[in-house]
């Protein structure tokens, strides 16, 4: 690569990012407008973050939100990765294959169809919308995101790891939590935030199952938004902006701190305790 | 018949991956604390029948017998048996010590004496202070000596080895050899150990099992296997040879490159058609007038410690030699061995003929 040719790439990158960041910084620049709408910039106010955090009612939504995303994440977790495990230990090759393309056909089919059918299937049940259907469902569209995570990793790793724990005495629970477990984990990981990210921007199958008592963060926006553009829901999506950031740099300076530790263990070298 | 001191047999063990028969009809009766090799090329079923004894492959007839119990289908998990893996295996998650700690933590053993045995172990295999690497951060023969402190560290009745010193240089391995020796010996453990190198297995073992295409061949002590092998591939496989085709004409006389020679053994029909063995070691080099056979040279080696020469009989026979010296005149030289050097083969003998053969004309046999 030459000189220029990298100077270029920059600038591609560069632009790439304007255009992709813009509307954000753009929604949040306006959250600071003490005029009514975003029309033009009329001084700067905290007000909006004020009736925002005045508002009760959006602050419960935001708290279900978050409530519906850590348990839905966290139960598909389990049942993804046992599902996973499931997948892996089938021998026959056809079945596997079939079990998984049942799984990608779940996910890619359009979350309208998803939040359709289980609309169909609750009322059919006699299932009451509200919190519990919200959360089935979201339970329901995370599981196949986790297999596709952690069915890679396991078939990563090497099937003689588990004759040399069974060799060494370990039984099936013992190989599951010492061996298979913490090989799997970082999957398992990147599993959970991304069933989590999915359940908190999902706004398309929520909108068909929640019920009238019960709302997410993205059904209540949107609501909102049809009655006409409110800045309080910039002062939201720049506290929401905020939060992933912090999340995002967390999960980095967590790497970061990991890394270290292992590269300061093999310098050390001795065991000591 | 099974005797107190039998830690392990196998009995008529068969196993077949789809139609493809990788043991067939497989005898091995180990004793309590003996060093075991087993030999054979790549493919012949070596680590099937190791698989079958750890349990972590079930054969499809036969029985596995451990202290005389029949082990057939007990699960890996609760046989007395540790195996250091051809390809290591070892848990790349956890780091050198807790690979090793790993059979000893199932044991909850307390963590003083286990600290103990593990550090032990690592000093055995001359890896102490690399407690906190991990594995992927070793070399190929270091990582093979972590899978060896891995199995012994649990000090097993029986240890089964796959080609664990494979990866070492010269130097290290004798070090682990000496090492694995004196350890079988201090502890007492049964050794079954799998190899390719053939000098190995006759520096190492108590007793050699050869074994090739899901068959065994020949077992018995080093001497044994190298001095009476049973059939050409036993011949081929342990030590270099010169194998050629002959007929017995009597006992203790056989008849090959259509001349006859006095030689040791006996029990066979007269005439009846027989490989003789000659090793190139056993034959000496004197003037055509002496020898016994006279041949043309066609080249000759420094080995170091000899010189190989591989020449040619009237009949185009090969005859590879191990000499002292090497040969001035290339043309013309005499061949010369005792009849104890001849070892003469039957085709298609069964192994426990043989023996029988063997022990019967042991009196007129050296
Ligand atoms: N799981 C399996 N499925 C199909 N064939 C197998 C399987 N395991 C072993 N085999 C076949 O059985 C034969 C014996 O294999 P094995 O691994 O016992 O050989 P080996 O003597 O250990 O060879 P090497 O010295 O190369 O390790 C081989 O031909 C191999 O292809
Ligand atoms: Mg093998």
């Not at chain 1, 004759?163 to 190989?175: C, H, Y």
């Not at chain 2, 018995?220 to 496989?237: L, M, R, S």
């Not at chain 2, 590879?320 to 070892?343: C, M, Q, W, Y």
Request: net charge negative; with cysteine.
């Amino acid at each position: 690569m030459t000189e220029k040719h990298t100077w270029i790439g920059k600038l591609y990158l560069a632009f790439a990012f304007a255009i992709l960041y813009m509307p954000i910084f753009y929604l949040v620049f306006y959250s600071f407008n003490s005029g009514k709408n975003m029309s033009g910039f009329k001084g700067f106010t905290w007000s909006h973050y004020q009736t925002l955090f005045a508002d009760s009612r959006l602050i419960i939504i935001v708290l279900q939100t978050f409530l519906v995303a850590i348990l839905s994440a966290l139960i598909a977790t389990i049942v993804g990765s046992l599902g996973a495990l499931g997948i892996y230990q089938v021998r026959r090759r056809h079945t596997r294959n079939l079990l998984l393309s049942l799984n990608n056909i779940l996910m890619v089919s359009p979350d309208v169809i998803i939040g359709a059918s289980f609309l169909i299937l609750f009322t059919a049940m006699g299932i009451a919308l509200g919190f519990g259907s919200v959360l089935a469902s979201h339970i329901a569209f995370s599981i196949p995101i986790v297999v596709l995570l952690v069915l890679p990793r396991l078939q990563e790793m090497d099937y003689a790891m588990i004759d040399a724990a069974r060799d060494l005495g370990a039984n099936s629970w013992q190989i599951l939590s010492r061996v298979i477990l913490p090989f799997i984990l970082p999957s398992v990981f990147s599993g959970y935030f991304m069933a989590f990210t999915y359940s908190l921007d999902d706004f398309a199958v929520t909108f068909f199952v929640t019920g009238n008592g019960f709302a997410t963060l993205s059904v209540e926006i949107y609501s909102r938004a049809r009655q006409g553009i409110n800045l309080e829901i910039n002062a939201l999506s720049a506290l929401m902006f905020l939060f992933s950031i912090i999340l995002i740099v967390g999960y980095y300076l967590l790497n970061q701190y990991t890394q270290s530790r292992r590269q300061r263990r093999q310098k050390d070298g001795v065991y000591l305790k | 018949m099974q005797s107190p001191e039998t830690i392990l047999e196998l009995q008529h063990i068969y196993k077949s991956f789809d139609d493809f028969v990788a043991l067939d009809n497989i005898n091995i009766k180990l004793d309590q604390g003996k060093f075991y090799s087993f030999l054979g090329p790549s493919g012949s079923g070596k680590t099937t029948v190791l698989r079958i004894v750890a349990g972590l492959i079930l054969a499809d007839r036969g029985k596995v017998l451990f202290d005389g119990q029949d082990i057939s289908k007990l699960p890996a998990e609760k046989r007395k048996v540790n195996t250091v893996f051809q390809n290591y295996a070892l848990f790349p998650h956890l780091n050198v010590f807790d690979n090793v700690a790993f059979g000893l933590r199932l044991k909850r053993m307390p963590q003083d004496e286990l600290q103990e045995r593990v550090m032990q172990a690592l000093k055995t295999i001359q890896l102490n202070g690399y407690e906190d690497r991990m594995i992927s951060e070793l070399s190929g023969g270091q990582q093979q000596r972590v899978a060896i402190a891995r199995a012994i560290v649990n000090e097993p009745r029986l240890l089964l080895l796959d080609e664990s010193l494979s990866a070492l240089d010269q130097k290290l391995r004798q070090q682990m050899q000496y090492e694995l020796r004196s350890l079988q010996q201090r502890l007492g453990i049964t050794f079954l150990f799998v190899t390719h190198d053939q000098e190995e297995a006759l520096a190492m073992s108590d007793e050699i099992i050869v074994m090739n295409e899901g068959r065994i061949q020949q077992s018995g002590t080093p001497v044994d296997i190298y001095d009476e092998p049973i059939n050409h591939f036993v011949a081929n496989f342990i030590g270099e040879s010169n194998i050629v085709p002959g007929t017995m004409i009597r006992d203790y006389e056989v008849e090959f490159v259509g001349k006859r020679f006095e030689c040791a053994d006996a029990g066979m029909r007269d005439h009846e058609p027989v490989e003789v063995v000659l090793r190139p070691e056993d034959i000496t080099v004197t003037t055509p007038n002496q020898g016994k056979l006279v041949v043309s040279v066609d080249s000759q080696l420094f080995r170091g410690d000899h010189f190989e020469i591989t020449s040619h009989d009237e009949d185009g026979n090969e005859w590879l030699i191990h000499a002292t010296n090497s040969i001035e005149d290339r043309d013309k030289v005499g061949l010369s061995f005792s009849p104890n050097a001849l070892h003469v083969m039957r085709f298609g003998e069964k192994e426990a003929d043989f023996d029988r053969r063997l022990s019967e004309y042991e009196g007129d046999e050296s």
